[in-house]
């Protein structure tokens, strides 16, 4: 416990940021790997424009949520804006993942986390999203939300919204493994809109220099179906059930801890919080948290004399049942609040809504 979680330390190696004879062998070797990667998804990406690879559809509207890069890109306040905007709209919406790191009849992390802030949605894990969809569709659905849907092209979608971290929109220039990206940035030609997150941690200048490169790249048109939001903490929720205002942060010393693919982004999600933040422990991505783990957290919080433990809403969903210590663990929920274009992408998605799943709209696969 303490080191840096797998997503960062692999991030600081692709972004350079990791010096030394090692890491510049390494980042060669990832660089040969990339080659191969691209190609194979460049392929893959034809045969699907081409129609030589089959795509399901299903008996509902299905809207996907995804986006060009690995990590933490805040998609998930995304899904949650979205299924909102389609149950406002009268919509029954259900929440298609994938399940990652699920254990069978589990729910994920985002699902779980999903499950809190959406609970009018329902919930379905399932590697094969046709599947999932008709799994929800039995239940009930009358709309479905892929969570990272962007590269299942197997499943026929009636819009593509692409989330982009405002923070690294380009995965670091390069494909994965040497870089970020699952793809070329050339991919949001499929893409219907686009969503800066954490748009306001970057200053006006820049949102429109990436505003401008993702356009060359997806096309002209993404410039009318262009958001721009900002992450926005809106309460503590507790492991108890209870929740309690933003403001009791402010000035308390806590142990903070995550399991995230961005631990940055919640470090200064705390910091503009105000909390007094005495140790940052992060995880692994998906950490599967034990007893242990908490035991190694209470007596962390012990010795600097914090009062709680704080912790985001996708690590809150695993924490394992009585091992808080009668100390407090609560996590901060974020919500997407746009900024800008709000109104065109909400657009979007009324008009999805009403309509058929048969309709022509968003012709992407």
């Not at 939300?145 to 979608?157: A, K």
């Amino acid at each position: 416990m303490g080191m840096l979680p797998d997503a960062e330390t692999f991030k600081r190696l692709v972004d350079g940021s990791t010096p030394g004879l090692r890491a510049e062998a390494a980042r060669l070797v990832l660089a040969a790997a990339a080659g191969p990667y691209g190609l194979v998804m460049a392929a893959r990406n034809a045969a699907y424009d081409r129609g030589l690879l089959p795509v399901s559809r299903v008996s509902t509207p299905v809207i996907s949520v995804g986006n060009l890069t690995l990590g933490g890109t805040g998609k998930t306040p995304l899904v949650a804006w979205v299924a909102r905007r389609l149950a406002a709209a009268g919509r029954r919406p259900a929440i298609i993942s994938r399940g990652y790191g699920a254990r069978p009849g589990e729910r994920s992390d985002e699902a779980a986390e999903l499950g809190l802030v959406v609970p009018e949605a329902i919930h379905i894990a399932n590697r094969d999203r046709a599947a999932g969809c008709r799994t929800a569709i039995a239940a009930g659905c009358d709309a479905a939300v892929l969570d990272d849907g962007f590269q299942h092209r197997r499943l026929h979608r009636n819009l593509d919204i692409v989330a982009v971290d405002a923070t690294d929109p380009f995965g670091c220039g390069r494909l994965f493994p040497r870089g970020l990206l699952r793809e070329s940035v050339a991919g949001l030609t499929r893409a219907d809109a686009v969503v800066l997150t954490r748009a306001s941690a970057v200053d006006a200048e820049r949102r429109q220099a990436i505003r401008s490169a993702l356009a060359t790249a997806g096309g002209r048109r993404l410039n009318d179906a262009w958001m721009e939001a900002e992450h926005r903490p809106v309460a503590v929720r507790l492991a108890d059930g209870g929740s309690q205002p933003l403001d009791s942060l402010r000035g308390l010393p806590v142990v903070a801890f995550a399991g995230i693919g961005n631990p940055a982004a919640f470090r200064a999600t705390l910091a503009g919080l105000a909390a007094n933040v005495v140790e940052f422990i992060p995880f692994p991505d998906h950490h599967a948290y034990t007893a242990a783990d908490f035991n190694r957290l209470a007596a962390r919080a012990s010795r600097h004399g914090a009062v709680m433990l704080v912790t985001t809403l996708k690590d809150l969903v695993k924490v394992p049942a009585g091992c808080s210590h009668d100390l407090p663990v609560g996590a901060v929920e974020i919500a997407i609040e746009p900024l800008s274009g709000g109104e065109r992408v909400a657009a979007l998605i009324d008009a999805v809504a009403s309509r058929d799943c048969g309709s022509n709209q968003g012709q992407r696969a």
